[in-house]
């Protein structure tokens, strides 16, 4: 191994102590989307004990922040992306004080090394993955302008660890009805928002079969009013849209606007409907990623590529591999397979002395990926190659 990645290694078990404190701290104290004043304050006081200034509310988020070191010369910049959020009512259910604390780490590390390479490495808090669309934001408001590499780990379970694991893109939609109230002994008199949510649904079903196989739209019924012998004058409905693409999810949200024009046009109730950010598919970079499989391997972890058939969730990582070679790969944090994200069982795994370990060795991969990169002007090119090529061209429209 070379002396430089060992002094990455070094650098990391020397801070072992506060890594694990830190992601107990973070652990201990969930926060919610946009509100991680804790986490934010936690992370914080770890890179400002190793002499780093951390620009908080960075990138126009409050609960952001961003810290860097220059190398010995001007070149590209490689950051590390921290998520810290929670779950509500599940707490760190996705093992987020991981993520925090493994690129808390991997930044650590490689910035100790920076003396001899060129560019610059550091450190991005992005809140509020879980449903925020944190990274989305970020993205609109040129918080990765300057950022030439993406790297981040996410903890899984069952044994589980892939690199190149994809993601569908997903978004939520709101529709609110409003009609007009009226004693159910005189339906007539009334206009009922209920039936039009209803109209909603059935519509959609109706439409299932001209869908695409990797189409999903589920919904609830978030007020479907208060009483039975009363017409709802108000009524409410949300949707998840997942899709194989970022186009193709705002074609379904037209297909819902549809069905909602016609619940209106049929029921005479009116209709505010509202959409999140998208979070985008995913574009893992394939010779990033077999760089940290390949730095995995020498810690004693051995990576696998996924099943090109299997289903998998999203996350807003997406829309940053579309403006910029990234990986967002998985290491597992208990092998029992009973054990799934977002519940409290994996809550209870995530600050687990496996899980802490598996953090530590994911933060030394991801150091040495990013030394694998500044270090390398051919691998930077091959990088950018990839990512040219795999990004869809409709995508490089848009950008233009």
């Not at 899709?243 to 193709?248: I, L, S």
């Not at 397979?337 to 687990?352: L, N, P, R, V």
Request: glycine letters at 10%; one cysteine or more; hydrophobic letters at 35%.
């Amino acid at each position: 191994m070379e002396d430089r990645k060992s002094k990455i290694l070094s650098e990391i078990d020397r801070d072992r102590e506060e890594l694990e404190e830190l992601s107990r701290k973070i652990h201990d104290d969930p926060e919610l989307g946009f509100e991680e004043f804790h986490a934010l304050s936690y992370i914080s006081d770890v890179l400002k004990k190793h002499g780093y200034r951390v620009e908080q509310g960075y990138g126009g988020l409050e609960t952001a922040f961003r810290a860097e070191k220059e190398g010995s010369k001007p070149g590209p910049t490689v950051a590390f992306l921290a998520e810290y959020d929670a779950l509500k009512g599940v707490g760190h259910g996705c093992g987020h004080n991981l993520i925090a604390t493994c690129s808390t780490g991997a930044f650590l590390g490689l910035a100790s090394v920076m003396e001899d390479l060129p560019g610059k490495v550091c450190i991005i808090g992005t809140p509020a993955e879980e449903g925020g669309a944190g990274k989305v934001k970020l993205l609109k408001n040129g918080a990765f302008d300057d950022v030439d590499f993406a790297l981040m780990m996410h903890p899984s379970s069952g044994g589980s660890n892939l690199v190149g694991r994809g993601g569908r893109a997903a978004c939520s939609v709101k529709v609110h009805f409003t009609g007009k109230g009226a004693h159910s002994s005189v339906p007539k008199n009334g206009i009922n928002a209920l039936s039009a949510v209803i109209h909603v649904f059935q519509q959609i079903d109706l439409m299932r079969p001209t869908f695409d196989p990797q189409d999903n739209i589920n919904g609830i019924i978030s007020n479907g009013g208060s009483a039975a012998n009363v017409i709802p004058a108000t009524a409410d409905c949300e949707f998840c849209i997942r899709a194989d693409t970022m186009k193709r999810i705002e074609e379904l949200i037209d297909v819902i606007k549809l069905c909602v024009r016609n619940a209106e046009q049929l029921t005479g109730a009116k209709a505010d409907i509202s959409w999140g950010e998208i979070s985008a598919e995913r574009y893992p970079n394939r010779p990033m990623c077999q760089a940290f499989k390949d730095n995995m391997e020498t810690l004693g972890i051995e990576m696998k590529w996924p099943d090109p058939k299997a289903q998998y969730g999203s996350s807003d990582i997406g829309n940053v591999s579309i403006k910029i070679p990234a990986i967002h790969d998985y290491l597992s944090i208990t092998d029992d397979k009973t054990i799934q994200a977002h519940t409290k069982e994996y809550a209870d795994a995530a600050k687990s002395a496996e899980a802490q370990e598996i953090c530590l060795k994911g933060a030394k991969g991801l150091a040495m990926t990013g030394y694998d990169i500044l270090s390398s002007d051919e691998f930077q090119a091959e990088i950018r190659r990839f990512h040219e090529q795999q990004i869809p061209d409709f995508y490089k429209e848009k950008k233009s």
